[in-house]
């Protein structure tokens, strides 16, 4: 059911954790199963994301998406960041079964939130952007991973 890729990087995930005094910071949750996911991003000066750390209250596929959307942004600016789509994660896992493709969402959304409090943060634009439906930044992960 699960591909090699999902199962290394939901029993050995990469990334987990969290960044103090991060430079933006993402909490989405799904509407439909109840699952949360927070990312912290740790982006420098010239726009690079130096850091990525993730945490997560969320089904398997979602703790692997997680794990490798991480992976991907890691040393990307912020619009390459950006152009990582919850396909490309998937993509880069191998797939996921169809009825776990909504998972695969709460890892783009999430760093979209992150990207959106860095830019809220730092008064800036970033171009292609959009405030995530499922921001949910002033409530807490009921658990963490
Ligand atoms: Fe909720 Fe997968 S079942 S994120």
Known sequence: MYSEKV????????????IEDASGVGTVGNAKCGDIMRIYLDI???GIIKDVKFKTFGCGAAVATSSMATELV???????ALKITNKAVMDALDGLPPVKVHCSLLAEEAIHAALWD?????????????????DISEEEPREEY
């Open 44 to 46: 420098d000066e010239e």
């Open 74 to 80: 890691k040393g990307k600016n912020i619009n390459e």
């Open 118 to 134: 860095y830019a809220e943060k730092n008064s800036i634009v970033i171009e292609g952007l959009e405030k995530p439906k499922s």
């Open 7 to 18: 199962m290394d990087h939901f029993t050995n995930p990469r990334n987990v954790g969290e």
